[in-house]
């Protein structure tokens, strides 16, 4: 399988346990980025790395979120001590290249939906 | 602030044509695509715009008026499998994407 995989699919956490969500982008892909996505609304961007760089954390909604990509190429994003507003599908997606003002389509994962009870 | 907006919910007949209209505010503009994302799964890409005017592809075409801040998606010869969510979204000045919170398109025999 070649597509972005993301682990677990499903997660439940209760509130105030820390969680870790891992994304696997496509072999290659320069650029990663990290989107919640709350039950019927689009996306919301939270980090962006370009290879093991994180250039863009400004969508993070708190420092409980952090974010890594060591070698530039698996990704996790951790929520420490979790609240019953970080239910939500977590979408990881990357890019062969980086964003430019040319057609770069991003390649999105399953996703993992986390329930915080 | 930074705003897209799309019907929340469109309803069309198995064999139709419908347009998902999509209208965006945002700080600059670095083109403009177009998802479609079923239920419980990831958004898959569907077009992208960046010069005005009308993109086609298969069953679906895509149109942009920037000096409007307009764009729509055009779906032909609706099937039932096209029952999904269409989400928009436009590449700002920073070149990140800001999406809408997508149209769910419901398709009736």
């Known amino acids: 399988g070649a597509g972005v995989s993301q682990s677990p699919r499903y997660k439940v956490a209760k509130r105030g346990q820390d969680v870790a969500l891992r994304c696997d982008p496509i072999?290659?892909?320069?650029?990663l980025f990290w989107y919640q996505q709350a039950l019927g609304q689009g996306p919301e961007f939270l980090t962006y790395f370009q290879n093991e760089a994180q250039l863009d954390k400004s969508g993070l909604p708190s420092d409980r979120f952090f974010a890594e990509r060591p070698e530039g190429s698996v990704s996790t994003l951790k929520i420490q001590r979790t609240q019953q507003e970080d239910s939500a599908v977590y979408l990881c997606?990357?890019?062969?290249?980086?964003?430019?003002?040319?057609?770069?389509?991003?390649?999105f994962g399953p996703g993992t939906r986390l329930t915080v009870t | 602030g930074q705003n897209i907006d799309q019907p929340t919910e469109m309803t069309a007949t198995e064999g139709a044509i419908v347009q998902i209209n999509c209208t965006y505010q945002?700080?600059?503009?670095?083109?403009l695509f177009w998802y479609q994302q079923h239920a419980g799964e990831a958004p898959t890409f569907l077009s992208y715009n960046v010069l005005d005017g009308l993109e086609e592809k298969g069953r679906f075409s895509s149109f942009l008026s920037r000096s409007k801040g307009y764009s729509y998606l055009l779906l032909k010869e609706l099937q039932m499998k096209d029952s999904a969510s269409y989400l928009c979204?436009?590449?700002?000045?920073?070149?990140?994407?800001?999406w809408g919170a997508g149209t769910k398109l419901i398709i009736k025999p």
């Open positions: 997606a990357s890019s062969l290249f980086p964003p430019a003002p040319r057609h770069e389509e991003q390649y």
């Open positions: 945002t700080s600059g503009f670095n083109g």
């Open positions: 072999s290659g892909h320069v650029s």
């Open positions: 979204a436009v590449r700002d000045s920073n070149y990140q994407l800001i």
